[in-house]
């Protein structure tokens, strides 16, 4: 399956005001870095959202939420939103959020 162009689109337009944000080709698809740290990434229609530990286990309660798993070896604090939990921007811009939390406390790269 294809990355989803519109997708990707989306969260550009969203991020555009955002400081140290860059893009870069990963995971067989489009990664949003901040600072240098892995922020969210567009895979297939889905978003991967890095979220720390605790707040993953929170987030995997929600529908359309599972854990990140493309090799068969789940990553700790990162999951992956379906296409039904990113429909609206107002639900895309909440996981960009709620990742920006964790990775503005990283050392930037």
Known sequence: MAVSKLLVER???LLLTRRGITE???FGGTCFL???NMLIAVWNDSLIARLGVEQAEIALTEPDVREMDLTGRPMKGWIIVEPDGI???QQLTR???LSMTLVRTLPAK
């Open 24 to 26: 870069k080709k990963m």
């Open 95 to 97: 996981w960009i959020d």
């Open 87 to 89: 429909d609206s921007d």
């Open 34 to 36: 901040l600072n240098g």
């Open 11 to 13: 969260i550009r337009h």
